[in-house]
Antibody, heavy 117, light 109 residues
Framework: QVQLQESGPGLVKPSETLSLTCAVS??????????WSWIRQPAGKGLEWIGR???????NYNASLKSRVTISIDTSKNMVSLKLSSVTAADTAVYYC?????????WGKGTTVTVSS | EIVLTQSPGTLSLSPGERATLSCRAS???????LAWYQQKPGQAPRLLIY???SRATGIPDRISGSGSGTDFTLTISRLEPEDSAVYYC??????????FGPGTKVEIK
């Protein structure tokens, strides 16, 4: 059974770049024809799709974040990465790594990122 | 961009009652691309329904999804205390990706 584990700095300064990784265990990131997505959720609020990457390398991003987001996959490390540049307090949230195509069947537990000086 | 609206915002029901949650889309959504999730406090969301009406692995048959076009429904028959959670609908579009509704909170009295 595939499991996802997000990790990264819990505190990021405004204007800097948020960098998170998602370790995939229990299966190869290259198999199955899945998309690997990042979702975020500010405290007490709803879910926002950030973007996704297919194992072929193609990406789709939320239009509202597209200019600041990069999602990549490292097949040798079985890992998915998220970079979000020029962060502000509005980027403070729990960030989830997920797997799926039209729906998201596998989720990590999430990692909390706070943007503050 | 397709906007999803969920109603009611909060639903307060007793154990054993039926919960009916609505998800309305601003444009027609393919049933193939409509999903429902359950999220309990401090936990990641869990996929309940995909393709508008197909239950995900391990989801009991008292939870069901239906609908088409712009109107979709999640029904939980015979509510149990463990069903207390926030429920989100989600749609997928090849042009704009995934979007989520604002959620419906289900409270068990």
């Amino acid at each position: 059974q595939v499991q996802l584990q997000e990790s990264g700095p819990g505190l990021v300064k405004p204007s800097e770049t948020l960098s998170l990784t998602c370790a995939v265990s229990g299966g190869s990131i290259s198999s199955g024809g899945y998309y690997w997505s990042w979702i975020r959720q500010p405290a007490g609020k709803g879910l926002e799709w950030i973007g996704r990457m297919y194992t072929s390398g193609s990406t789709n991003y939320n239009a509202s974040l597209k200019s600041r987001v990069t999602i990549s996959i490292d097949t040798s490390k079985n890992m998915v990465s998220l970079k979000l540049s020029s962060v502000t307090a509005a980027d403070t949230a729990v960030y989830y790594c997920t797997r799926g195509v039209a729906s998201l069947s596998v989720w990590g537990k999430g990692t909390t990122v706070t943007v503050s000086s | 961009e397709i906007v999803l609206t969920q109603s009611p915002g909060t639903l307060s029901l007793s154990p054993g009652e039926r919960a009916t949650l609505s998800c309305r889309a601003s444009q027609s959504v393919s049933s193939t691309y409509l999903a429902w999730y359950q999220q309990k406090p401090g936990q990641a969301p869990r996929l309940l329904i995909y393709g508008a009406s197909s239950r995900a692995t391990g989801i009991p048959d008292r939870i069901s999804g239906s609908g088409s076009g712009t109107d979709f429904t999640l029904t939980i028959s015979r509510l149990e205390p463990e069903d207390s959670a926030v429920y989100y609908c989600q749609q997928y579009s090849t042009s704009t990706g995934l979007t989520f509704g604002p959620g419906t909170k289900v409270e068990i009295k």
